[in-house]
Nanobody, 120 residues
Framework: QVQLVESGGGLVQPGGSLRLSCAAP????????MSWYRRAPGKERELVAA????????NYADSVKGRFTISRDNAKNTVYLQMNSLKPEDTAVYYC?????????????WGQGTQVTVSS
């Protein structure tokens, strides 16, 4: 059973920073593309940031470009999301996703989510 464990969420004031972590113990982490998604109240889940297996390529939602940075440490089986200049609209549950293409489809694993609340 693959388990992705997010941590680092919490309450922060506008303009503040948080660093989310997603650990994948006992998992062949290095062969999976990793992503962070979020779901705000009353909204659909959206992709926030993604990183390829080696970390050589990343992409971001327009709403977070220049403020968020995704990175990974394959030796620690962990992916990170550094979030700076946080805004109230960043309030959401953030989910870690691991994805690997398999035979024209894909295998996906999800974490349980970590709440991020941006409020004064």
């Amino acid at each position: 059973q693959v388990q992705l464990v997010e941590s680092g969420g919490g309450l922060v004031q506008p303009g503040g920073s948080l660093r989310l972590s997603c650990a994948a113990p006992g998992f062949i982490f290095r062969i999976y593309d990793m992503s962070w998604y979020r779901r705000a109240p009353g909204k659909e889940r959206e992709l926030v940031a993604a990183i390829t297996t080696t970390g050589g390529s990343t992409n971001y939602a327009d709403s977070v470009k220049g403020r968020f940075t995704i990175s990974r440490d394959n030796a620690k089986n962990t992916v990170y999301l550094q979030m700076n200049s946080l805004k109230p609209e960043d309030t959401a549950v953030y989910y870690c996703n691991a994805r690997r293409p398999v035979l024209g489809s894909s295998v996906n694993y999800w974490g349980q989510g970590t709440q991020v609340t941006v409020s004064s």
